[in-house]
């Protein structure tokens, strides 16, 4: 099968180019500077391109990732199916108590450029009336290679490995964790054959912040600081029972891959 990777020297796209490949997949992965030409046969298009950690200071590329690009693409419908890859971050708002942008505009909810632009990229999939288009929502997820320090897990298993965690958020918080490992089998088949316009990938492993710094002090002996603004998020189950019903998608449980990965991360 044939699979075009927008994003493929970032953090789910490398590791999803490596592995359709080595399952015997034809992949194309143009680089950033021929993203607009005029590409013919791109297959089964998976977009990963987007900013993730830096969006604060990126707002030009942020919307040119999320929005710009996914337009030029739509617009020249020259793919099989089409992936949009966004963020279950989007279920799960945070209430505003910062009045930078009127939080009542909003209906009380924080919103910045990364959710707004991801939400204007959903909305161009669904309204773009092409067939085939699908939009996926991607939980938290676990790399035990991904040593660039660019998300939550790998940010403060960085830390742990210099000695000292510093908590943003409560040790009550839980959230949505998938490996990559399955992340890349429901990918490898939701562009060409998903039935659904729309899928939240979740896994079963809601893992709270205490868990993971537990098992962290156990193996590095750091210590740990929870700042005075730390706040609590609590993340809603996903219901993975479509993905489990479409492609016999049975997630890896946590006991498996978090106490390895964490090791791997904190070396």
């Known amino acids: 099968m044939h699979y075009t990777i927008f994003g493929s020297t970032g953090r789910i796209g490398s590791y999803l180019k490596k592995k359709l490949i080595s399952d015997g997949n034809s992949v194309f992965s143009p680089s950033r500077k021929d ?18 950690s830096d969006f604060k200071y990126r707002s030009f590329d942020t919307i040119e ?49 990364y959710n707004a632009s991801k939400l204007a990229g959903e909305a161009l999939c669904t309204q773009s009336n092409i067939s085939n288009v699908k ?27 210099r000695g000292e965690i510093i908590l943003n958020s409560s040790l009550e918080t839980k959230k949505n964790y998938i490996h990559i490992d399955d992340l890349s089998f429901l990918l490898r088949l939701i562009g060409p054959f998903g039935k659904k316009k729309f899928y939240n990938i979740g896994s079963n492993n809601l893992i709270s912040n ?38 016999h998608y049975q997630p890896t449980h946590k006991k498996v891959w978090l106490e390895k990965a964490l090791k791997k991360l904190s070396r």
Do not use: M, W
């Not at 099989?80 to 939080?103: A, G, H, Q, V």
């Not at 868990?211 to 750091?222: A, G």
């Open 210 to 247: 205490n868990e993971i710094i537990k098992k962290l002090v156990k193996i590095t002996k750091c210590s740990v600081i929870t700042s005075n603004d730390a706040q609590t998020i609590l993340e809603s189950k996903i219901n993975i029972s479509n993905l489990k019903k479409e492609f």
């Open 135 to 161: 939009i996926t929502r991607i939980c938290h997820v676990v790399n035990p290679n991904d040593k660039k320090r660019e998300n939550f897990l790998s940010d403060i298993c960085g830390q742990a490995k």
């Open 35 to 52: 993203y607009y030409l005029a590409h013919k046969n791109l297959g089964h298009v998976i977009y990963c391109s987007g900013v993730t």
């Open 65 to 113: 990732s999320h929005v710009c690009l996914l337009s030029f693409l739509l617009k020249n419908k020259n793919f099989e199916s089409f992936n949009y890859l966004s963020s279950t971050r989007l279920n799960f708002p945070k209430r505003s108590y910062i009045n930078k942008i009127s939080p009542k505009f909003y209906g009380g909810c924080e919103i910045d450029i």
